[in-house]
């Protein structure tokens, strides 16, 4: 296993900082977004960095030569506190590691990490209530102010939902600033699929005032 150790920042809000040398070094030029992974039992924070966005992906912001990535929420998982200054990287084959000082003895499985904000896609969140929760890019695309209600559509060959927004549908879309909320507890009912045991979230197709959705109620994915 090839293992290589870097230096690099972390400020206070938890956003690591890549420096000049490391954009070099690592390549991060060619790299627009990063997957992240945690190992509560080791205290691990894993960085798989990424080409293409998936629903999961965090975004790295380019700063002034330097490159930056959020990594509070991960941190939170493995209960390692945020603090500004230097800090150190390892590299082992295609993850970069942030280590906790209270290193592991043991270390446990990489679990998936997240982002709530999608770097770029459409995304919606069903919790175990059978509430749905649209972000900021789908009641922009949308216009869930001025169309705030919805009529809905099932098919079940393709498992998918298809949602159509108007003034006039058959239930109400409630938006409260960079959001928008649906009980659909009732309408899974209807189409006998069950409520989700966790929280989940996925992207979504928004063509015009219809969104589309697929549900697979045996693979959920879990939010973080």
């Known amino acids: 296993m090839a293992i290589n150790t870097f230096q690099a920042r972390m400020d206070i809000r938890g956003f690591l900082r890549f420096t000049e040398d490391l954009v070099s070094t690592l390549k991060l030029k060619s790299f627009?977004?990063?997957?992240?992974?945690?190992?509560?039992?080791?205290?691990?924070?894993?960085?798989?960095?990424?080409?293409?966005?998936?629903?999961?992906?965090?975004?790295?912001?380019?700063?002034?030569?330097?490159?930056?990535?959020?990594?509070?929420?991960?941190?939170?998982?493995?209960?390692?506190?945020?603090?500004?200054?230097?800090?150190?990287?390892?590299?082992?084959?295609?993850?970069?590691?942030?280590?906790?000082?209270?290193?592991?003895?043991?270390?446990?499985?990489?679990?998936?990490?997240?982002?709530?904000?999608?770097?770029?896609?459409?995304?919606?969140?069903?919790?175990?209530?059978?509430?749905?929760?649209?972000?900021?890019?789908?009641?922009?695309?949308?216009?869930?102010?001025?169309?705030?209600?919805?009529?809905?559509?099932?098919?079940a060959k393709k498992k998918e939902f298809i949602l159509t927004f108007s003034k006039n549908g058959l239930i109400n879309v409630r938006t409260i600033e960079s959001h928008a909320s649906i009980s659909f507890m009732g309408t899974l009912s209807s189409y006998g699929i069950p409520l989700p045991s966790v929280r989940i979230r996925t992207s979504v197709s928004i063509s015009g005032k219809t969104l589309t959705f697929k549900v697979t109620p045996l693979t959920l994915k879990v939010d973080r």
């Open 32 to 155: 627009s977004y990063a997957d992240l992974w945690v190992d509560p039992v080791g205290g691990r924070v894993g960085i798989t960095l990424a080409k293409k966005l998936k629903e999961t992906s965090f975004r790295m912001l380019p700063s002034n030569g330097t490159y930056l990535l959020y990594l509070k929420g991960a941190m939170n998982v493995i209960n390692m506190p945020v603090k500004s200054g230097q800090i150190v990287l390892t590299k082992e084959n295609d993850k970069i590691i942030l280590q906790s000082k209270k290193s592991a003895k043991k270390v446990g499985p990489w679990i998936p990490f997240a982002c709530r904000n999608s770097a770029g896609l459409p995304m919606i969140s069903i919790d175990t209530r059978g509430t749905l929760i649209l972000d900021r890019r789908c009641i922009d695309a949308l216009q869930t102010i001025e169309n705030n209600t919805l009529t809905p559509a099932y098919d």
